[in-house]
Nanobody
Framework: VQLQASGGGLVQAGGSLRLSCAAS????????MGWYRQAPGKQRELVAG???????NYLDSVKGRFTISRENAKDTVYLQMNSLKPEDTAVYYC?????????WGKGTQVTVSS
């Protein structure tokens, strides 16, 4: 399984970005898909996740600002990020779980200027 992410970039505080991540390859059962992020000097953290049934969970600091969604038919997950803050600056990584196996996409940089 390969994960191809897109949509990062530079935005001013208060702005919006939308990340996309498409899974390809031999896929048996994509259960959870989601986004993690890692800022310089910090540990990677879960930003948002969504199951194949549509159950979502969010990092507390992004609740109300970020929305995760998914198109199961396309094996694609999205992260709509609104009201971005400088502290959201990080490399964002797409994650997917296919059965018992975890897959990671290459990170995409999100930079929020103040």
């Amino acid at each position: 399984v390969q994960l191809q992410a897109s949509g990062g970039g530079l935005v001013q505080a208060g702005g919006s970005l939308r990340l996309s991540c498409a899974a390809s390859g031999i896929i048996s059962n994509l259960n959870t898909m989601g986004w993690y992020r890692q800022a310089p000097g910090k540990q990677r953290e879960l930003v948002a996740g969504i199951t194949s049934g549509g159950i979502t969970n969010y990092l507390d600091s992004v609740k109300g600002r970020f929305t995760i969604s998914r198109e199961n038919a396309k094996d694609t997950v999205y992260l709509q990020m609104n009201s971005l803050k400088p502290e959201d600056t990080a490399v964002y990584y797409c994650h997917a779980q296919d059965g018992p196996v975890d897959y990671w996409g290459k990170g995409t940089q999100v930079t929020v200027s103040s």
